[in-house]
Nanobody
Framework: QVQLVESGGGLVQAGGSLRLSCAAS????????MGWFRQAPGKERVFVAR????????YYADSRKGRFTISRDNAKNTVYLQMNSLKPDDTAVYYC????????????WGQGTQVTVSS
């Protein structure tokens, strides 16, 4: 049974930083592309970042490029999202996801962690 468990969310002031973690189990983590998505209140879930399993290449949503950094530790089966210079607009539930092929749909999702940025 695959599980993705996010942690590290919380309340932070604008300009602050948070590091989200997503611990994976039940899959061969090193063979999965991992991603982060966000869903703001009343809005659709949107892509934030992903890191490929094959070569560690990273991709970011343009709106978060330069402030967010995705990384992974295959030894710990964990993917991270370092978020700096946070803005109130970053307030959302952040979800971790995993997929086996680099292209195609995401296979597994976590339950999400709330990030709230106060002005």
């Amino acid at each position: 049974q695959v599980q993705l468990v996010e942690s590290g969310g919380g309340l932070v002031q604008a300009g602050g930083s948070l590091r989200l973690s997503c611990a994976a189990s039940g899959l061969t983590f090193s063979r999965y592309t991992m991603g982060w998505f966000r869903q703001a209140p009343g809005k659709e879930r949107v892509f934030v970042a992903r890191i490929n399993w094959s070569d560690g290449t990273t991709y970011y949503a343009d709106s978060r490029k330069g402030r967010f950094t995705i990384s992974r530790d295959n030894a710990k089966n964990t993917v991270y999202l370092q978020m700096n210079s946070l803005k109130p607009d970053d307030t959302a539930v952040y979800y971790c996801a995993a997929k086996r092929p680099i292209s195609g749909p995401w296979d597994y999702w976590g339950q999400g962690t709330q990030v709230t940025v106060s002005s």
